[in-house]
């Protein structure tokens, strides 16, 4: 599968780590260059001027080609001080394609001082490709042939693709979902961010009760208002992400658990996130929970522990209970076929409790809590401020536009 990316660095972490352990915040991340047996680098990888010490066999590695990401991506020869003042740079190959055509990949082969094999057998591959706006393509394949691979990466928009490491030692993961291989240990490896055309995670959050269903209800105040409020207040935040979201309720209305359901299933989303607070008869109880179903898979479980490791501490700091994560038959938790979680925001019942959530200030943490625990499970990358400026600079020259159409009228 080819994913397309605009940004791209090399990460050399301070000892080789798997592709699992590598210290990275972007959206995707993958084995570049090629590795010894003790994880020594083996061929050039730099980035922002760090660069890290070739022991391979220099007089083999100096023909490899080289991907540089300068003012734009590129392919070139073997050179250090180049890379040491690219952005980053790494060598790998051979190089499969050129000028949007698929090479002679036993010519490149030879004249890169690569071993030879065959270029038609099928196995795990990995390659990086350039398209024509300058963008990189990083494509990982289970079995495929080299020239199935030079064919793809072309369909795919690039007009240039190098080779990466492939077999078992061929992984990428994106959005924390591991593709291809883990095991190997790596003193280096490429990551990714900002996708081109790739699908935006879909959060549907869910604010409990609304309309003729008030919801819980203590201390004065209406369960169906405060976790209206705290939706709305997490809506804003998670904005901040690369991210599309909506909401089953915006206003105080009725909607059925069906409604809601249905909703969220035919949207697609990939994430259900249901916001309540608790009521009980007994006004002592009180403090923070979540549930998910009983019979949730890893992934729902670890979305759920993120989500607690947020939220939790908000309510401990404020000296509440941390009830802990629990499961439960609730029918927005059992019919929603994304992983989903219901989070108990305090109780309404207690008295301190219904005094916190009745606090703007509570409900805002709470909610800038809920975007962070969600952008982390979720793999979410924040919109670069740059891009929010861009936006900003668009409509004020809209308005300027509309201020001269007003003036001619
Ligand atoms: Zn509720």
């Known amino acids: ?19 699992k352990n590598m210290p990275n915040d972007w959206e995707c991340v ?21 660069i890290s010490p070739d022991r391979g066999k220099t007089s083999v590695t100096q023909h490899w080609p080289t991907f540089y990401m300068e003012d734009k991506p590129s392919f070139g020869a073997f050179n250090a001080e180049r890379a040491q003042k690219a952005v980053c740079a790494f060598s790998a190959g051979p190089m499969l394609a050129r000028n949007g055509a698929v090479l002679d990949i036993i010519q490149e082969m030879q004249e890169s001082h690569f071993s030879s094999y065959n270029p038609h057998e099928k196995k795990a591959q990995r390659a990086i490709g350039i398209t024509a706006e300058g963008y990189i393509a990083d494509g990982i394949w289970t079995n495929a042939s080299l020239y199935e691979v030079a064919r793809e990466m072309l ?32 003193p280096a490896a490429v990551a990714y961010r900002e996708e081109i055309g790739g699908a935006k995670m879909k959060v549907y959050i869910d604010p409990g009760h609304g309309g003729k269903d008030p919801g ?29 979201i909506r909401l089953s309720r915006t206003t105080d209305i009725y909607k059925s658990l069906d409604d809601r359901v249905a909703e969220a299933n035919n949207w697609k989303a990939d994430l259900f996130l249901s916001i309540h607070s608790n009521a009980h008869a007994n006004p002592n109880v009180n403090g923070y929970e979540d549930y998910t179903y009983p019979t949730v898979g890893a992934r729902t479980s670890e979305i759920r522990k993120v989500i607690h490791s947020n939220l939790a501490p908000i309510w401990i700091a404020e000296g509440r209970q941390n009830l802990g994560m629990k499961t439960a038959n609730f029918q ?8 989903a979680v219901l989070v108990e925001n305090g109780y309404l019942t207690n008295e301190a409790d219904a005094r916190l959530i009745s606090d703007p200030e509570m409900r805002q943490r709470l909610a800038i809590a809920l975007s962070k625990g969600v952008a982390q499970a979720l793999g979410l990358v924040m919109v670069e401020p740059t891009e929010l400026e861009a936006r900003v600079a668009r ?7 509309m201020k001269v159409f007003w003036r001619e009228v």
Request: charge should be positive.
């Open 1 to 19: 599968m080819i994913r397309v990316f605009k940004k791209i660095k090399v990460i050399i972490p301070s000892e080789p780590c798997t592709l």
């Open 30 to 50: 993958g084995n570049c260059c090629y590795f010894g047996n003790a994880g020594a680098l083996v061929g050039l990888a730099a980035n922002q001027g760090v």
């Open 155 to 186: 369909m795919a928009g690039c007009v240039s693709a190098m080779k990466m490491d492939s077999g078992g030692s061929s992984g990428r993961i994106y959005k924390g979902v591991l593709e291809g291989h883990s095991v190997r240990l790596l």
């Open 216 to 244: 819980g209800s203590g201390h004065g105040i209406l369960e169906k208002d405060v976790v209206l409020d705290v939706a709305l207040r997490l809506q804003k935040e998670l904005r901040r992400y690369n991210c599309e």
């Open 332 to 339: 927005v938790l059992r019919d929603t076929v994304m992983p």
């Open 395 to 401: 409509l004020e020259e809209l308005v300027d536009k």
